[in-house]
């Protein structure tokens, strides 16, 4: 049994760490969202990005499409209806390893 347990160890994934989302800028509709992550190519990567209201409805997602292993950190924008009435987005990033993080950004639209 003593022999087996090393094995169990090395079959076990890894996870990485989830994007860290650097910036947030909202104007005229259209959301600029900076993020970092140790992109390392196909493997693992940040591949998404997205708009929520505080209960989690999902406003708009901005899929990325490919690693940006030489380009950190790096924004990408993406237009995104707001409701009226709306003050306070979360934005909340994912990676092709994690999915979608736990943790929200708080940004202030008005």
Not at 13 to 39: K, M, Q
Not at 40 to 53: N, P, Q
Not at 69 to 76: A, G, K, L, S, W
């Given at each position: 049994?003593?022999?087996?347990?090393?094995?169990?160890?090395?079959?076990?994934?890894?996870?990485?760490?989830?994007?860290?989302?650097?910036?947030?800028?909202?104007?005229?509709?259209?959301?600029?969202?900076?993020?970092?992550?140790?992109?390392?190519?196909?493997?693992?990567?940040?591949?998404?990005?997205?708009?929520?209201?505080?209960?989690?409805?999902?406003?708009?997602?901005?899929?990325?499409?490919?690693?940006?292993?030489?380009?950190?950190?790096?924004?990408?924008?993406?237009?995104?209806?707001?409701?009226?009435?709306?003050?306070?987005?979360?934005?909340?990033?994912?990676?092709?390893?994690?999915?979608?993080?736990t943790r929200t950004e708080r940004f202030s639209i008005r």
């Amino acid at each position: 049994m003593n022999r087996l347990l090393p094995l169990l160890f090395l079959a076990t994934p890894a996870f990485a760490d989830a994007p860290v989302i650097e910036d947030v800028t909202y104007s005229n509709g259209r959301f600029n969202v900076t993020l970092s992550h140790g992109d390392t190519g196909w493997d693992d990567y940040a591949d998404g990005w997205r708009v929520e209201l505080a209960d989690g409805t999902v406003l708009g997602t901005r899929t990325l499409a490919h690693p940006h292993v030489d380009e950190q950190p790096f924004t990408r924008s993406s237009n995104i209806a707001v409701p009226a009435g709306v003050d306070v987005v979360y934005v909340r990033a994912s990676d092709s390893v994690g999915g979608w993080a736990t943790r929200t950004e708080r940004f202030s639209i008005r």
